[in-house]
């Protein structure tokens, strides 16, 4: 079983940054891959950025040039920095991991950018 825990949301303003972080139950390197969606509320769930587990990262062009990923495998946490942050940005940011085929998701963690 996986278990994903997000943090780190909350208010910030526009042009500010944030930090997202998730705790996982199993080592990160174990994931054939991790990656970051966000939703608004009557959208569908989108892709942010995803990390595999030889390393490799990609950006969606929503925030690419603003956003990284990375992740500490001796914690086995799982990040995600966007800088410049825009009113664009306001979301339910969802952690999500790829294990043995199944797609595991965290509980989420909420972003409003707002002055």
């Known amino acids: 079983q996986v278990q994903l825990v997000e943090s780190g949301g909350g208010l910030v303003q526009p042009g500010g940054s944030l930090r997202l972080s998730c705790s996982t139950s199993?080592?990160?390197?174990?994931?054939?891959?991790m990656n970051w969606f966000r939703q608004v509320p009557g959208n569908e769930r989108e892709l942010v950025a995803g990390?595999?587990?030889?390393?490799?990262?990609k950006y969606e062009p929503p925030v690419k040039g603003r956003a990284a990923i990375t992740r500490d495998t001796d914690e086995n946490v799982l990040y995600l920095a966007i800088n410049n942050v825009m009113t664009e940005d306001t979301a339910i940011y969802y952690c999500?991991?790829?294990?043995?085929?199944?797609?595991?998701w965290g509980q989420g963690t909420q972003v409003t950018v707002s002055s």
């Open positions: 999500n991991a790829l294990w043995e085929d199944v797609d595991y």
């Open positions: 199993r080592r990160i390197l174990s994931f054939n891959r």
């Open positions: 990390i595999s587990a030889s390393g490799y990262t």
